[in-house]
């Protein structure tokens, strides 16, 4: 008996709150604290983040990325430009570790803390895709053919979106959106 009260509250946490990871449903601001006040900065559509735990409409999450040493753009992978989190300034990471890439460029390894919303969080990454792919053949495909998804590689497509986002007048959420599809589709 003595057994089952001390194990009851602890089982019942951990029904609460399975902590794992999620992805970015949309572009959200990552806040200081759970009451939204000041942005940390902007965590990016289809990113991985792990769930640390929950407060009211948030969730505390941890985002671990790369970049390059004086950037205050992280990465979710060194070496390829798959925008992970956007933040306000760099003091916002901590630097856990680095690691060179094959042309010799060192990359940080970084982590960043925060509260995001809830609602902003998925279980299924290629749900999150799929609708930047919606949006690829839907804004793509008018004043030219619909390029092929391989035609180029995750380091050039951002480039390619940064000009074609402008002449699709794209959010710059549905910019991301379709990016990471493309840079997605043959990773
Ligand atoms: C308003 C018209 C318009 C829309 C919408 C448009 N494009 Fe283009 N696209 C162009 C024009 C014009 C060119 C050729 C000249 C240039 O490269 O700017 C082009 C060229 C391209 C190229 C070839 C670039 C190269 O260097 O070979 C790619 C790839 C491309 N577009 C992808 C896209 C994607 C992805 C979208 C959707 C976000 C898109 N385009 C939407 C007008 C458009």
């Known amino acids: 008996m003595r057994i089952m009260r001390f194990l009851a509250p602890l089982c019942a946490a951990t029904m609460m709150f399975a902590a794992g990871n999620a992805f970015l449903n949309k572009n959200a601001s990552l806040y200081a604290d759970a009451s939204g006040g000041s942005a940390l900065g902007e965590l990016i559509v289809s990113s991985t983040v792990k769930e640390l735990s929950k407060s009211g409409d948030f969730t505390e999450v941890e985002f671990t990325g790369f970049m390059p040493e004086g950037s205050t753009i992280a990465y979710e992978k060194a070496g390829i ?3 992970g989190f956007e933040a306000k300034d760099a003091t916002v990471y901590k630097i856990v570790g680095q ?10 390894n970084v982590s960043v803390k925060g509260f995001v919303k809830s609602d902003a969080l ?3 990454k290629a749900k999150i895709l799929a609708s930047g792919k919606v949006l690829f053949q839907g804004k793509c495909g008018s004043c030219h053919a619909l ?3 391989d035609e180029f590689d995750a ?3 951002p480039s390619i979106l940064d000009a074609m986002g402008q002449q699709a007048s ?14 997605n589709f043959k990773p």
């Open 147 to 149: 390029h092929a998804e």
């Open 81 to 83: 430009l798959m925008v």
């Open 155 to 157: 380091n050039v497509w």
């Open 99 to 108: 690691q060179k890439d094959e042309y010799d460029t060192v990359w940080l």
């Open 122 to 124: 998925g279980s299924d």
């Open 170 to 183: 794209l959010s710059k959420a549905d910019k991301f959106s379709i990016v990471k599809y493309l840079q």
